[in-house]
C-alpha cells in the first residue's frame, strides 16, 4: 500500500472510542453511529464497512485491506479506495470517534 500524507495511521493499532452503531437498511445499507453525548454520525456503506473492520487488533493498514476484500475492490480501483479510505480514518480521528496507537487519546 502506498499513499502518501498517511500521518503514520497505516502502521499503528486504531480502536473505536465509540462502538455502537446499527447499519441502516432503509436507508441504503448506510450506517449511523450514535456517540455517548448524542451526538449522530451517519457514513455511506463503504465506510461502515471500514468501520466495521476497526477492532483493537488491527492496524489502519489491516483494516483497509479488510475493507478492500469484504467490498470486492479490484485492483485497478485499489488505490483509490486507499487514498479515501486512509482520509476517512484521518478524519474519524480528528473527530475523535476512533484512537490509533500511540496518539495522545490511546492511552
Same mark, same amino acid.
Given at each position: 500500500? $502506498?499513499?502518501q500524507q498517511d500521518d503514520g495511521i497505516l502502521d499503528r493499532k486504531i480502536t473505536r472510542m465509540f462502538a455502537p452503531?446499527?447499519?441502516m437498511p432503509e436507508l441504503d445499507n448506510n450506517v449511523m453511529l450514535?456517540? @455517548?453525548d448524542g451526538e449522530k454520525h451517519m457514513f455511506?456503506? @463503504?465506510a461502515g464497512v471500514l468501520w466495521e473492520a476497526i477492532d483493537d487488533l488491527r492496524t489502519g493498514a489491516e483494516i483497509i485491506e479488510a475493507a478492500?476484500? @469484504?467490498l470486492g475492490i479490484e =485492483? =485497478?480501483?485499489a488505490?483509490?479506495? =486507499?487514498?479515501?479510505?486512509v482520509d476517512f480514518l #484521518? =478524519?474519524?480521528? $480528528?473527530?475523535? #470517534?476512533?484512537?490509533i496507537e500511540n496518539d495522545d487519546v490511546w492511552n
Open positions: 500500500m $502506498d499513499v452503531f446499527r447499519r450514535l456517540t @455517548s455511506n456503506p @463503504s478492500k476484500a @469484504s =485492483e =485497478e480501483d488505490e483509490a479506495f =486507499e487514498r479515501t479510505a #484521518l =478524519e474519524l480521528r $480528528d473527530r475523535r #470517534l476512533i484512537a
